[in-house]
């Protein structure tokens, strides 16, 4: 939920994009506290059949760091967000949180860069984005 602040806040630092169809997590699940969503999530029959991705080595099981969970929502959804956040000056510390405990169990250490496509400041992002 804090993370989900945090998208909120990188949203409302950013109106000339025209972000206010990003819903959050809170609204989207009419949950505002950590016990209602949990309860909100378990209860969605269309995730009761997702586990979590997994393996299983000398026969305990230990998250699968090849999954698409892994290699995508970290390496390109967060870590997107976290460069947006930059750009617009929003400070981000439990996303910066998460990628850290990420970073450090990745096995590929693969992630999306801005800079690879020369937008490193709030200027060439805009200037990408809105022209």
């Known amino acids: 939920?804090?993370?989900?602040?945090?998208?909120?806040?990188?949203?409302?630092?950013?109106?000339e994009h025209h972000l206010d169809y990003v819903k959050s997590l809170?609204?989207?699940?009419?949950?505002?506290?950590?016990?209602?969503m949990t309860a909100k999530i378990s209860g969605i029959a269309a995730f009761k059949g997702i586990t979590t991705p997994?393996?299983?080595?000398?026969?305990?099981?230990?998250?699968?760091?090849?999954?698409?969970?892994?290699?995508?929502?970290?390496?390109?959804?967060?870590?997107?967000?976290r460069q947006v956040a930059r750009f617009a000056g929003?400070?981000?510390?439990?996303?910066?949180a998460v990628m850290e405990?990420?970073?450090n169990i990745a096995i590929e250490k693969n992630s999306f860069s801005y800079a690879d496509y020369g937008i490193t400041d709030r200027e060439s992002f805009d200037r990408f984005y809105l022209n």
């Not at 939920?1 to 109106?15: G, H, I, N």
């Not at 929003?90 to 910066?96: L, S």
């Open 1 to 15: 939920m804090k993370c989900d602040d945090e998208v909120q806040a990188v949203c409302r630092a950013l109106p």
């Open 26 to 36: 809170r609204d989207h699940y009419e949950s505002y506290t950590p016990e209602a």
């Open 54 to 81: 997994s393996v299983e080595v000398n026969g305990r099981y230990i998250p699968d760091l090849h999954s698409r969970y892994f290699t995508a929502d970290f390496s390109y959804g967060l870590s997107i967000i």
């Open 101 to 103: 405990w990420y970073r």
């Open 90 to 96: 929003v400070e981000t510390p439990n996303i910066d």
